[in-house]
């Protein structure tokens, strides 16, 4: 069963149960994001909303000193010399299955001493005290931050990571810790998902499979969500984003879905949702079969327009939009491999992929 929202003037939601016996499915259009979740309490019900006080208001950040010009602050701890930093919170964001799986939004305290830039990495390594450490799990394993430069808190003392466990590794170590257990920090770095532009009238597409939305959750929070005195977006944004099944489709849903209905001049949100349907069938909407539909759209902004692109989560996605893409150049009579060539040179052509 897919899941698509092409417009937020005639948006349509297509959700099944989520408590994965799947007996029966909704239909749904509507323009509100409050009367969509009343509507489909199955599916939102057992899900802890994100920082859901923030969303009547844009909330003010510091310090100011975070907005100073410059570059992207690099490798400010190392392996030899990391930073402890310890978790503030743990919230479930993948719904109340019993998954093996289950992903997590996780709020780190490093106290102010981690400055970093929206699209920049952070890399975690386990206490020092850790007795036995899984070879998986002996060196640093980085992670996009899911928040802006001011952190969940708003106050510059907090970062936030998307987190999926993997046996044995330093993932499965944060999905099963807990409230104040300490963790060291190395990084921050990074710079390919950072904007390509400072412009507050640039236009970014966000294009990403499951946890790798987490930098565009960051960037997006900046857009919509924090009051910056220097800095007010006035471009446009455009998220595509791939999601494995109904149980993670809370991961940022909300907040995503409600800059959507708050700001509809300058944001786009278009998901593609995979689902197990019976035991013996399986629907599967690729974020690249949703990109396929807008890729004339997107082709003129990214050369006509001079938009960025950026891309994080599952290389297997790219090859599909690049051809995507250059169907669209052959249409206007135009060489796709010149054009990415320039995209490339540009910097308007932006991934981190795996």
Not at 34 to 61: G, I, T
Not at 72 to 89: C, D, F, G, M, Q
Request: aromatic share 12%; glycine share 4%; hydrophobic share 35%.
């Amino acid at each position: 069963m897919a899941l698509i929202l092409p417009q937020v003037a005639a948006t349509t939601f297509l959700v099944s149960d989520s408590s994965l016996k799947l007996r029966q499915s909704l239909f749904i259009k509507t323009r509100n994001v409050n009367s969509f979740h009343k509507a489909v309490p199955s599916v939102f019900a057992n899900f802890e909303p994100l920082n859901q006080q923030e969303f009547d208001c844009r909330r003010n950040v510091s310090p100011s000193c975070l907005e100073n010009a410059g570059p992207a602050p690099k490798n400010l701890y190392t392996v030899n010399s990391p930073l402890t930093a310890t978790i503030r919170n743990k919230i479930p964001i993948s719904g109340d299955s019993p998954r093996k799986r289950q992903a997590y939004h996780i709020v780190l305290d490093h106290k102010g001493k981690l400055p970093l830039r929206e699209g920049q990495n952070v890399g975690v390594m386990l206490p020092a005290k850790t007795s036995v450490l899984p070879d998986n799990a002996k060196e640093p394993r980085y992670f996009p931050c899911a928040s802006s430069r001011y952190g969940d808190t708003f106050d510059g003392t907090t970062i936030s990571l998307c987190v999926r466990p993997v046996p044995e590794t330093i993932s499965e170590f944060l999905c099963n810790s807990k409230e104040g257990d300490e963790i060291q920090l190395v990084g921050p770095t990074g710079e390919k998902l950072i904007l390509g532009d400072d412009d507050d009238k640039a236009t970014h597409i966000f294009v990403a499979t499951g946890a790798g939305v987490a930098p565009f959750r960051a960037h997006l929070r900046r857009f919509f969500r924090e009051y910056i005195p220097k800095f007010t977006f006035n471009g446009f944004a455009w998220l595509f984003h791939g999601v494995y099944n109904v149980e993670s489709l809370d991961a940022y849903y909300r907040e995503f879905q409600k800059y959507q209905v708050d700001y509809p001049k300058n944001f786009q949100y278009n998901i593609a949702l995979s689902e197990r349907i019976s035991s013996n069938y399986w629907r599967k909407t690729y974020v690249q079969n949703i990109f396929e539909e807008h890729a004339e759209s997107v082709f003129e902004k990214l050369v006509d327009e001079g938009a960025y692109i950026y891309f994080s989560g599952r290389k297997e996605m790219v090859t599909p939009i690049q051809n995507a893409l250059m169907k669209v150049a052959e249409k206007k009579c135009k060489n796709w491999e010149k054009e990415l060539a320039k995209l490339k040179n540009n910097n308007q052509w932006r991934d981190e992929v795996y």
